[in-house]
């Protein structure tokens, strides 16, 4: 594609780069594509749980960071990367800044127009995480065994013709506990970004993506780049949107916005 598209913000989280089902490939081709002023790495970009166990990292994810380095050089982009639960070992050096393109951080303040988003990668209101992180690895081995299910499930719908299709997205859509924990989830942080005196609220964590207005807060989720492969973009006119990377636009030679990106949500105008 001759002209890249240009975003003038762009958050992806939850790309778990270091185990078998992270789609460190699919996230390297989407960011080729375009041209964006600030680029906020929400969390769990690397999964620091799954690499002391049994995870590997392999050139694909190295592919990703010499792709990012290559934004900030190319596009002058700043890059935000914001620690998750899963990436906690960037504890020990944040916060960390190099230069004024790169720095590491807990959380961040985006103005947006005339508005301001609180972007955090959400665990600090997961209790699980926080407070029993004994039980976030027990759930983080169940969680690998779906994705793992997941894997296979999609091979078998590819073999078949079929789109790619999430597991987990269903689980969680259809068992009341994760409904709950997730309503739960989106209002704790409506709350927070009050608190902050914002006007909305980004995240990612509970792998949900979504863009809604809550009360007097606009709350959006980047979703799960390994489940979902969404992300958030913002335009120059101060438009949200979620977007979907479509794996079959990659190898066409000249592919539309719509093509490239697949399905688009609605989008919420903040300027």
């Known amino acids: 594609m001759k002209n890249k598209l240009h975003f003038r913000t762009i958050v992806i989280s939850d790309l778990h780069l270091g185990t078998t089902g992270s789609k460190a490939k699919e996230v390297t081709n989407f960011l080729k594509q375009y041209k964006c002023r600030k680029l906020i790495l929400n969390g769990d970009i690397i999964d620091g749980w799954q690499l002391k166990k049994y995870g590997a990292w392999k050139k694909k994810h190295t592919a990703f960071f010499k792709t990012v380095l290559k934004m900030m050089d190319d596009y002058d982009t700043k890059v935000i990367y914001l620690r998750g639960n899963h990436d906690d070992f960037l504890d020990q050096i944040m916060?960390?800044?190099?230069?004024?393109?790169?720095?590491?951080?807990?959380?961040?303040?985006?103005?947006?127009?005339?508005?301001?988003?609180?972007?955090?990668?959400?665990?600090?209101?997961?209790?699980?995480?926080?407070?029993?992180?004994?039980l976030a690895y027990l759930g983080d081995?169940?969680?690998?065994?779906?994705?793992?299910?997941?894997?296979?499930?999609?091979?078998?719908?590819?073999?078949?013709?079929?789109?790619?299709?999430?597991?987990?997205?269903?689980?969680?859509?259809?068992?009341?506990?994760?409904v709950n924990y997730i309503s739960d989830f989106e209002e704790k942080l409506t709350e927070l970004a009050r608190s902050r005196n914002c006007d909305g609220i980004i995240c990612g964590h509970i792998h949900q993506p979504a863009i809604r207005q809550m009360g007097d807060v606009v709350y959006m989720n980047s979703g799960d780049w390994v489940e979902s492969l969404?992300?958030?973009?913002?335009?120059?006119?101060?438009?949200?949107?979620?977007?979907?990377?479509?794996?079959?636009?990659?190898?066409?030679?000249?592919?539309?916005?719509?093509?490239?990106?697949?399905?688009?949500?609605?989008?919420?105008?903040?300027?």
Request: glycine share 6%; net charge positive; hydrophobic share 35%.
């Open 141 to 178: 081995v169940g969680y690998t065994f779906l994705l793992w299910i997941n894997k296979l499930y999609n091979h078998y719908r590819n073999w078949q013709g079929l789109p790619y299709y999430s597991l987990s997205q269903v689980v969680k859509q259809r068992v009341k506990a994760a």
């Open 230 to 271: 969404s992300a958030l973009v913002e335009d120059y006119n101060g438009n949200w949107s979620l977007i979907y990377y479509n794996e079959e636009a990659k190898t066409a030679k000249e592919p539309t916005i719509s093509e490239f990106f697949g399905q688009r949500e609605r989008l919420v105008k903040v300027s």
């Open 95 to 134: 916060p960390l800044k190099l230069g004024k393109q790169f720095q590491i951080r807990k959380d961040y303040i985006l103005k947006s127009g005339d508005k301001r988003f609180y972007i955090t990668h959400g665990d600090v209101f997961d209790s699980i995480t926080t407070h029993m992180k004994w």
